[in-house]
């Protein structure tokens, strides 16, 4: 009799080891309730549980399985799905296999297992760890939204800066839109990539899409409305960025062209060394101004150090996602690039970045489509440098590009209508990506030919060469010394020729100024991007 409180007590630790040995299985937040799912390509999942754990998955009418690795990390895909939802994803784990040397098995592919019941579903006794269920899954469409702030301005605007054109019909909208979700990605700025984030998937409502990206929301909302299909929209965004923060360390030093990011970023290093001191005295002017009377002078802006670090906003808001499938991204980024000594590498940057996320995400040569930064009065700055790069980057696979000078203000670095560059973005899209017989671009330089009058200019998408508000306006030429002057110029077809002002005429470029009142459309009217021949 003495024995059986020893036997019990025996029992009750062997269950509860038992138990302690089969962890809950963790999905990442990125694949949480209200999430969608990309259609029509095979569907990733992964998470974490303990080492050489069965994992069981059941979605629709599909049931995979796989085993975690010895550091308890776990991958499957499931087949493509059409469109449709809303769907719950269920995942199980089972007793870890583990090998004579007491070590887990590597993880094989996922193949098909036969479907719990419900009662198994449920278990709680040894060998078997809790389900894991998601809910309220669609199968849609998956956009990837990045860049920095005219991307990250949301519905409700910046306060006290910047606010949106009808921001307030816009936010109402949301109501409307049982078929969209959003995931707002929080900002992060690690040495190391993660491999999770915070953030969840949240049904479109006016509550959430008046803090969502106002450009990726308008993108949405026309995809939804023509393709029919559910949409989930993914915001990944971070003001006042420059581009090599966006891409890998891989990606950067893959490319020795690139190291003058890293000398900027010395550059940069070295000023927040006395950053402290130069902010005090930026107060105390503003307290001798406030005190006499007069207004407060303006003062540079001073980033956060940590959203400059070259491959820090790869780290935290793009590599978490790379797991997940996508059917494009679309991106608007390229203002804080812009400085004498920054412009010219983003030639190269740009370029890089998205060679970059294509191979960290593992789906070829998925679409990507992004904004030509807008027309804005910026002194000492090259914005023509950063449109021409981005007009330039047209030669990777499967880009297009918005054009937005038309929308920009000229003391407004977060201009109003973000429902043009939108509309511009979905363009793109239903043209390149849905299929659709729409023309989705401005005017692109071709080539330029001389001529005893000047130089000709020929276009791509080029069909019913227009001006609007009166004479062409926007284009200069240059000689050999690249001394450009402003020119007369005159719609000639599908081209248009530039007289010289100068005696032998060499190069040519359009709407090169920061802030540009340059007027050239096609038919369509989608506006002529910045270029130069040069």
Not at 6 to 16: F, N, Q, T, V
Not at 330 to 347: C, F, H, K, L, M
Request: proline residues 7%; contains cysteine; charged residues 15%.
């Amino acid at each position: 009799m003495k024995s059986r409180p020893g036997r019990a007590l025996l029992l009750l630790s062997a269950a509860a080891v038992s138990q302690a040995a089969v962890a809950e299985v963790r999905l990442p937040h990125i694949l949480s309730d209200h999430a969608v799912l990309q259609r029509d390509a095979p569907i990733h999942l992964w998470g974490w549980s303990d080492a050489g754990e069965t994992i069981t998955a059941h979605f629709h009418a599909q049931t995979r399985t796989a085993q975690a690795n010895r550091y308890g990390e776990w991958t499957m895909w499931l087949m493509p799905e059409k469109a449709g939802g809303p769907y719950d994803l269920t995942i199980q784990g089972s007793a870890p296999a583990l090998a004579a040397t007491g070590g887990a098995t590597a993880a094989p592919a996922s193949t098909p297992a036969a479907p719990l019941d419900a009662a198994a579903m449920s278990s709680t006794g040894s060998g078997a760890a809790p389900a894991v269920t998601v809910a309220d899954l669609l199968v849609g469409d998956v956009w990837f939204a990045s860049g920095q702030s005219n991307m990250e301005m949301p519905l409700s605007g910046f306060p006290n800066s910047a606010v949106l054109k009808n921001a307030d019909q816009e936010i109402a909208s949301a109501a409307n839109q049982p078929q969209m979700r959003l995931l707002l990605v929080e900002h992060d700025s690690p040495d190391v990539p993660l491999d999770d984030i915070h953030a969840t998937w949240t049904l479109c409502s006016p509550e959430t899409a008046a803090k969502f990206s106002a450009v990726a929301y308008l993108f949405g909302r026309e995809i939804s409305s023509r393709e029919h299909v559910p949409v989930g929209l993914i915001d990944a965004t971070w003001g006042g960025t420059p581009v090599e923060s966006w891409i890998s360390l891989d990606g950067l030093a893959a490319d020795a062209s690139l190291m003058p990011a890293f000398a900027a970023r010395a550059r940069f290093a070295d000023e927040q060394s006395r950053m402290s001191l130069i902010i005090a005295e930026e107060h105390r002017e503003d307290a001798a101004a406030r005190a006499a009377g007069q207004p407060v002078p303006k003062h540079p802006w001073h980033p956060g150090p940590a959203s400059w670090n070259p491959s820090g906003l790869y780290n935290g808001l793009i590599a978490p996602a790379t797991p997940y499938t996508i059917k494009g991204v679309i991106w608007y980024q390229g203002e804080t690039n812009s400085a004498p000594d920054r412009a010219p590498q983003y030639v190269r940057l740009f370029p890089a970045m998205i060679a970059d996320w294509r191979q960290k995400w593992h789906q070829g040569d998925f679409p990507f489509l992004y904004v030509q930064i807008s027309s804005f009065n910026s002194p000492g700055e090259n914005w023509g440098i950063i449109r021409d790069a981005q007009r330039r980057t047209l030669s990777i696979a499967n880009t297009g590009m918005a054009v937005s000078l038309d929308a920009g203000e000229f003391d407004n670095v977060h201009p109003a209508d973000k429902q043009t560059v939108a509309a511009r973005l979905a363009l793109a899209a239903r043209r390149m990506v849905y299929g659709e017989a729409v023309e989705y671009s401005g005017p692109l330089f071709r080539q330029a030919t001389l001529e005893d009058r000047g130089i000709r200019v020929w276009f791509d998408h080029a069909a019913g060469l227009t001006s609007k508000g009166g004479p062409l306006r926007g284009f200069e030429v240059a000689g050999e010394d690249a001394h450009y002057v402003t020119a007369t110029a005159t719609i000639s077809g599908s081209s248009v020729l530039v007289s010289s002002p100068v005696k032998e005429p060499v190069y040519v470029r359009y709407a090169w100024s920061s802030f540009t009142d340059a007027n050239l459309y096609n038919q369509a009217g989608l506006p002529a991007a910045t270029f130069t021949s040069e």
